[in-house]
């Protein structure tokens, strides 16, 4: 008889929403243990390499579902690992969206002015910075340019990246190599274990149960570190409270595994689950008309020919995010760049014969892919997303030893958002096809359905039981002693990047988990510093009254 | 390629690799090559190495290739058979199909609604990155063989440690006005 594993809090998932409350409830005093289903990567592990086992694959996962494909981490660190770390704060319009229930999404504690403390604390913990157009990269400079050639604006997008160590490699989907991007590796999680969390790597949490104490136990399988289709064994860790970060393509999954343990879930659970609205067009640049029209040349020969260097998104067109327009019309135009493989199957030919996804045309636009462009849209979808039955382990099917799988989200657009996705599409061809910059067309949505690298939504916050997960205070209805803080807890699409304010919603979460502790006589206190020890974003909530509604 | 073992691995192969030449479609690599069907010039998906991803068992589709090698020729029999196109014996029905045929089938199969559309799309996935990422090959050897695909695409070999960097990066000048309401932190109002 072994003795039961134990702790007074378990997170799953180690990306935003796990890594944030593990630094501040280690640092006030609890006992914190992460559990991470994929594999501890630090930066000397992060390759330059597309081979199939490179850390490309081994730190994120694409599941592919009915409608809607999501991207997103498998590795500690989780999403902040393999984001492309834009974080604009979402705009004001957003709180106030009412989507498909016909009355506020977010709780009503909750505003753009409400969040900004928290929205501090994250600038300061990652720590975010402004860029200015020496950091822009050519991808963003060009779109800057058509932009501004079309009467349009264009703002170079805060970022949590050291711009005097970045290299522009555009290898961040894979991890960084030098450090440069902050992920969770270089700021909450070294700081969690300096104050004695425990992260245990490739532990895949299935499903929950109730200890008789009022605690939870954790079940958990053991991934093996190449081969993720194979599980080494199996165990459990009981703790007081739970927090599940596994992401929105795989919170949802956890406890929906778990109704037949812990009864049943809110209505929330599963349901609602947005996309954050994104849709991908690929531009095929014409140097020529850039040189005559824009004026741009780099000064080592090419007019652009630079797809492939630079960091991500560095410019973002923010003119259609105007709170006077109507819900649905509303949407970012962002600069982005995707590696091959993933980035180029569903991209179409401009004005091709249909298929436009592979042939001859398509292999024409390939050999053009220095000169690709690519412009992310994030409109406002409808929550359109519903999880279905859960598959044996985890989140998929495995189909591939790593990174592919199967999942059972399903997607159906609605009307709202293929207007709001046609709307952005012709937006952002009227900018790049002007005087004939460039040709463009929307990636398809026929291959793996619509597709997201930002999920959203799946067990989120509400006032209202019937149309949300979480109380406003991040617990799950029903089930006290559970908290929900990633990007599952966020309300819907927000037009724009979402880290910055899952990041947010995570540190706004943590008070209350504290006192959720302390209720359950665990030895625990809010009020640690940023993890590098600045002050200033505690000095900003301290003001605050932190009893958040429950 | 290894010469196949049997004739029963030579149909597999010659029927994939005319599924990869209709995603990436490259020139016959001799004058009676049927598997490559000569849509369009250059190396394709095949030179570019697709036999060697799809065997490789990292994908997850390896093992299921019989099959989707077998049922791609059910479907091309019976898709032959509804467009009245008479095929070769000779060769894979599949493989007997002229690329538009292969074109059409494949997007049938890969249709939203088609009961096999996972398998088709999977295939397709990997067949696409054989050519656009060589994800059967360290990336930097790949470029210094000379992969057909990684070149054609404009990548360059790495630095010497194995890293590409960019020091040149961007045009390095203001190149439009920032939107009006930018809060003081760089977000949107």
């Known amino acids: 008889m072994t003795a039961i594993d134990k702790t007074d809090v378990v997170i799953v998932g180690s990306g935003f929403g796990g890594s944030i409350p593990a630094y501040h409830l280690a640092a006030g005093g609890a006992k914190v243990t992460v559990l991470e289903r994929g594999p501890w990567l630090a930066a000397n592990d992060f390759e330059h390499d597309y081979l199939l086992g490179s850390s490309y694959t081994r730190a994120f996962d694409f599941v592919v579902g009915d409608g809607m494909s999501v991207l997103g981490g498998n590795c500690v660190g989780g999403g902040s690992v393999v984001y492309f770390a834009a974080m604009p704060r979402a705009p004001r319009f957003v709180f106030d969206r009412q989507g498909s229930i016909g009355r506020r999404m977010w709780p009503s504690v909750l505003s753009r002015d409400t969040l900004e403390p928290w929205y501090d604390r994250v600038d300061e913990s990652l720590p975010v910075s402004k860029q200015d157009w020496t950091d822009v990269s050519y991808a963003g400079g060009l779109w800057a340019a058509a932009c501004n050639h079309s009467g349009r604006t264009a703002n170079p997008a805060p970022v949590a990246v050291d711009n005097g160590t970045c290299v522009n490699c555009n290898f961040m989907m894979a991890g960084c190599r030098f450090d440069a991007k902050r992920s969770m590796l270089t700021n909450y999680l070294p700081a969690a274990l300096a104050h004695g969390a425990e992260i245990r790597p490739l532990h895949e949490v ?22 993720y289709r194979i599980h080494t064994g199996t165990g459990v860790i009981e703790a007081k409270v739970v927090i599940i970060a596994a992401g929105a393509g795989a919170t949802p999954v956890i406890l929906q595994r778990s109704e037949a343990t812990l009864g049943t879930m809110p209505h929330g659970v ?65 600069q982005l760049y995707f590696p091959p493989g993933l980035g180029t199957i569903l991209a179409q030919v401009p004005g091709g014969e249909e298929p436009r ?17 690519t412009i992310f849209l994030m409109t406002e979808d409808d929550n359109e997303g519903v999880f279905g039955t859960p598959p044996p382990t985890g989140n998929a099917y495995r189909i591939s030893q790593q990174m592919l799988g ?35 067309a929307p990636w398809t949505n026929d291959v793996v359905g619509a597709y997201t690298v930002h ?9 209202d039981a019937a149309t949300s997960a979480l109380h406003p205070n991040h617990e799950l209805r029903n089930h006290p002693g559970i908290f929900v803080t990633d990007s599952a807890s966020v309300p819907g699409a927000l037009t724009v990047n979402p880290a910055m304010t899952v990041a947010a919603l995570a540190e706004r979460s943590v008070p209350g988990i504290v006192r959720a502790l302390q209720a359950r006589d665990v030895d625990v206190k809010y009020g640690a510093p940023a993890p590098d020890g600045s002050i200033t974003g505690r000095r900003a909530v301290s003001k605050l009254d932190l009893v958040a509604g429950t | 390629m290894q010469p196949e073992a049997t004739e029963e ?22 004058p009676e090559d049927r ?34 090698a077998q049922s791609l020729n059910d479907h091309a029999k019976i898709y032959a058979g509804e467009v009245a196109l008479e095929l070769d014996h000779d060769v894979p029905p599949f493989v ?48 210094r063989d000379g992969h057909p695909g990684l070149l054609a695409l404009g990548y360059q070999a790495p630095d010497a440690d194995g890293f590409w960097r960019f020091p040149k990066y961007g045009y390095g000048r203001k190149l439009a006005e920032l939107h009006p309401d930018t809060t003081p932190s760089g977000s949107p109002a």
Not at chain 1, 206 to 227: A, K, S
Not at chain 1, 307 to 333: F, M, Q
């Open chain 1, 206 to 227: 299935q499903r929950l149960e109730r200890t008789e104490d009022g605690g939870y136990r954790v079940h958990f399988d053991l991934i093996d570190e190449e081969d």
């Open chain 1, 270 to 334: 599963g349901r609602y689950f947005s996309g954050n609205g994104e849709r991908l067009n690929t531009a095929i640049v014409d140097e020529d008309r850039v040189r005559e029209v824009l004026g741009l040349s780099r000064e080592d020969g090419p007019v652009y020919s630079a797809n492939h260097i630079g960091k991500g998104p560095t410019v973002a067109n923010w003119d259609k995010l105007d709170g006077s327009l109507p819900e649905y019309e509303r949407y970012s135009l962002e």
């Open chain 1, 357 to 373: 996804w592979y042939g001859a045309q398509k292999k024409e636009i390939l050999n053009q892919w220095a000169n690709w462009l």
């Open chain 1, 406 to 440: 199967r999942g059972s989200l399903r997607y159906d657009p609605t009307e709202n958002t293929r207007r709001g996705w046609a709307l952005a599409d012709a937006d952002c061809k009227a900018i790049i096809e002007k005087d004939g910059l460039a040709k463009v």
């Open chain 1, 455 to 463: 999920p959203l939504a799946s067990c989120r916050i509400g006032d």
């Open chain 2, 9 to 30: 691995e030579r149909v597999k192969n010659m029927t994939l690799e005319a599924y990869a030449d209709t995603i990436v479609p490259g020139e016959k690599r001799f």
């Open chain 2, 35 to 68: 598997a490559i069907a000569g849509a369009a010039p250059g190396p394709g998906s095949v030179a570019a190495g697709a036999l060697e991803l799809l065997n490789f068992d990292a994908t997850g589709v390896t093992a299921g290739l019989p099959y989707l």
């Open chain 2, 96 to 143: 007997a199909l002229p690329y538009e045929h292969r074109r059409e089938l494949v997007r049938r199969l890969t249709t939203p609604g088609h009961p096999e559309k996972d398998g088709w799309v999977s295939l397709a996935l990997f067949c696409n990155m054989a050519y656009d990422s060589a994800a059967h090959r360290h990336t930097a050897e790949a470029i």
